[in-house]
């Protein structure tokens, strides 16, 4: 059984870090104001627009970021600030991260490797949810769903999505940025896939590369290993529906003799209207009936 966090009260504090990319303006600001719209208060780390060519700050300072806000009797949560590059310099360093209680981490995109590292290494329930100076700032977000699965209020979860191959499945819930988990493939960072159902998802990849990167999955016996798979919505991917139904005509036919079920059009990640889901819990994948069905088992309190 996996870690779990306390539920987020209101008027909780929230610790935004930076583990990425630099972070601009309107797009901190709008991201503090929707936290505080939500009841939350947010806590920025110091020099929030600083940055470099790439990072918004050095691994060893996120490091300590981190490790304030894990200390801090007054921050119930972490929640990334913005992905882009750059939390994968983290993944070394993650081993001198004291965690005193499980603390809610929010996270997605870039910073699927932190997310994954507290997973599998500290065995913590984390969240893949928008970014605070991301989907958060941009509205591209379910608001009323993302704080009733941080304190919560709706269990059990459930997510519809579209049918690619049919089936069912239990698992525990596993996953992120695809081109992020294709970079760790032939690294001791790999999450663990066995027993596992997987969620792959990614934004502004055109169909050869997203082509690519589940070639490199399927020739690394990924699909192989997991019990089911959640595919994104994938935007700003396909220039138009042909060119999407192609593309998962094509896979629908290299998974379909795995025998696992697979959903696509998962509003996880870059989606338009993006929810927050549970890493770290166990699920079920109904993909027999339309639309596909997950459910998260996570319980009144988890």
């Known amino acids: 059984m996996y870690h779990r966090p306390d ?6 504090g929230v610790g935004i870090f930076l583990p990425s990319s630099p972070v601009k303006e309107p797009y ?8 505080r719209e939500m009841g939350l208060r947010p806590r920025e780390v110091d020099d929030a627009l600083s940055g470099n060519d790439f990072l918004a ?22 929640w990334a600030g913005r992905g882009g590059y750059g939390s994968n310099y983290l993944l070394p360093l993650l081993d001198r ?11 997605s995109s870039d910073v699927s490797y932190l997310l994954w590292y507290l997973m599998e ?23 009323g769903q993302i704080m009733a699965a941080l304190n919560g209020n709706q ?18 819930l596993g996953g992120g940025c695809l081109s992020n988990f294709v970079s760790l493939l032939g690294t001791p960072h790999l999450p663990a896939l066995k027993k596992r159902i997987l969620l792959l998802e990614d934004v502004n990849e055109r169909p050869f590369r997203l082509d690519r990167m589940l070639w490199q999955c399927e020739q ?9 798979l959640l595919l994104g919505e994938f935007p700003n991917c396909f220039k138009d529906a042909e060119e999407k139904e192609s593309f998962y005509g094509r896979w629908r036919e290299k998974l379909t003799g795995l025998g696992i ?42």
């Open 97 to 107: 991260l004291a965690i005193p209680v499980p603390k809610i981490v929010v996270a």
């Open 57 to 78: 700050r050095s691994p060893e300072r996120t490091l300590a970021d981190l490790q304030e806000f894990f200390i801090s009797p007054e921050i119930s949560a972490l």
């Open 121 to 143: 290494r500290r065995e913590m329930v984390v969240f893949y949810g928008p970014l605070a100076y991301g989907g958060l700032a941009a509205g591209a977000c379910d608001r």
């Open 155 to 172: 269990p059990p979860l459930r997510f519809p999505g579209s049918i690619l191959c049919p089936g069912h499945a239990r698992g525990l």
């Open 261 to 302: 079920p697979v959903l696509y059009d998962m509003p996880f990640g870059h989606a338009r209207s993006a929810q927050v889901l549970p890493l770290g819990v166990k699920a079920e994948i109904d993909a027999e009936s339309h639309p596909g069905l997950l459910r998260c088992e996570i319980g009144v309190k988890w």
């Open 7 to 12: 539920p987020l009260s209101p008027g909780a």
């Open 220 to 228: 690394a016996g990924v699909f192989r290993s997991i019990r089911a």
């Open 28 to 35: 901190r600001s709008q991201g503090l104001q929707a936290l």
